[in-house]
């Protein structure tokens, strides 16, 4: 059983975070990027080409988080491989005993550096859930036997800030039916969205069904939250928020207060198993925000079962 | 094409955009083509549909799935629009969905493809 699943089976405040996307220089690069916040979290993100720029691949990365003592969580996106391809990746990871799988559509290739790319698409997040769930069951697409089984522990991520917001946590719901244990939500600057979607979420049982993780995203600058606002799809950022930030005696501290806020408010919510962070830079902004929050280490919440609500 | 074929893509082309797959959910997605939706997703709309409703990819087109679930009620197939939907089979791209609808060519799923109710 992976950590990540030990943790929500066991009721455990869960925290994971994203690996910033590594495109060389061996494990000391993998290492350097999660270090600042090694002893916090549950579980690691590698990312599968993020905002479709081309990168070190999800299984390489995992692979390398694993072998520095790191659980990973292997991102899969649809954008760039075919169900043959996607299936391939997923025996892989269960070859090498990587279990915890985040299944998701991909940002198209038109928000990325390469948009003349094709894009591929041939299944869709839920077919891949379903896909990853039969390979879990012994048995690929085709029905064709896999011996031994693959030990996966599946997820997916759903945004509720985007259109149409009132379908959101029913589509969520459509994930768990496909085999998700854990949603990652999308990064959100707005409370309302978040505050509608777990409401909704704790009452069609969703929230019972899986470990809901909210995005927090940490920003230096106003401007990077301009940048995520025009650049990054299915965020927004309100202006009066990036108004709050520019003009604050100290922007920077200013962008660290909302983070906090934003966790703090989202932590706090009836159905939220815990967080998933995610810091565009090296440095200990993960590692800051834990204390500010007082979330204890990995092996304190280990020790003593430190819950969601506990957080509070 | 076919003349089944041809005469379907001639009705479903100027209203619904059909790009002709041959395995047709129109009805139990509110009339509205998800093989619009330049991710081709059938089972609901990604995450980076735009604050107004406009689509990620084509922001001069509406989501179809924005459009899907507003429409969706209003038809007799409502409860349809939550079905888990098979991936699309590429055997079928430019074949008449009537035909394999009569033949039921369109409901065969992989055998491993399953999906509690």
Not at chain 1, 37 to 45: G, H, I, R, S
Not at chain 1, 246 to 263: K, R, T, W
Not at chain 1, 267 to 281: N, T
Not at chain 2, 31 to 40: E, F, L
């Amino acid at each position: 059983m992976s950590r990540l699943e030990d943790a929500i089976d066991a009721g455990r405040f869960v925290l994971t975070a994203e690996l910033l996307t590594v495109n060389g220089g061996g494990l000391a690069a993998v290492h350097e990027r999660f270090e600042p916040f090694e002893e916090l979290v549950d579980a690691v993100n590698a990312t599968d080409n993020t905002a479709a720029h081309a990168h070190a691949s999800p299984l390489a990365v995992a692979v390398a988080l694993q072998q520095l003592g790191m659980e990973p969580v292997m991102q899969l996106v649809c954008r760039d491989r075919n169900r043959l391809a996607l299936q391939a990746e997923l025996a892989g990871a269960g070859l090498l005993g990587i279990e915890n799988i985040c299944c998701l559509t991909g940002d198209d290739v038109t928000a990325g550096d390469e948009p003349e790319a094709r894009r591929v698409f041939d299944l869709d997040a839920i077919q891949l859930l379903v896909t990853a769930n039969a390979m879990r069951g012994g048995h690929y697409l085709s029905g064709r036997k896999i011996d031994p089984a693959p030990r996966l522990f599946l997820g997916a991520v759903e945004n509720p800030a985007a259109p149409p917001v009132d379908y959101r946590a029913e589509r969520a719901l459509k994930k768990v039916r496909a085999g998700a244990r854990f949603l990652q939500l999308q990064v959100g600057f707005e409370r309302e969205p978040l505050e509608r979607f777990m409401r909704e979420a704790v009452a069609s049982g969703l929230a019972s069904q899986a470990a809901i993780l909210p995005s927090v995203c940490l920003v230096r600058s106003p401007s990077a939250l301009r940048f995520i606002d025009e650049k990054v799809p299915g965020i927004s950022v309100p202006a009066d928020v990036i108004e709050r930030c520019e003009s604050a005696a100290d922007p920077e501290a200013e962008c660290f207060e909302l983070a906090c806020e934003l966790a703090d408010h989202a932590r706090s919510l009836s159905g939220v198993r815990g967080l998933h962070l995610i810091s565009f830079r090296k440095e200990a902004g993960i590692a800051r925000l834990c204390e500010r929050l007082g979330i204890p280490t990995r092996r304190e919440r280990e020790l003593r079962g430190h819950s969601p609500r506990v957080a509070v | 094409m076919k003349p089944l074929a041809l005469l379907e893509a001639a009705v479903k082309k100027p209203v619904w955009g059909c790009q002709m797959c041959g395995q047709c959910v129109l009805h139990s997605t509110g009339m509205t083509c998800p093989m619009n939706c330049p991710k081709t997703l059938r089972n609901g709309p990604c995450g980076g549909v735009r604050p107004d409703g406009r689509c990620e990819v084509k922001p001069e087109m509406r989501c179809v799935w924005v459009k899907a679930v507003e429409r969706a009620p209003r038809t007799p197939w409502a409860h349809e629009l939550h079905d888990i939907r098979k991936p699309v089979d590429n055997r079928l791209w430019g074949t008449s969905s009537w035909a394999n609808f009569l033949s039921k060519r369109d409901r065969e799923a992989p055998k491993g493809w399953n999906v509690e109710a």
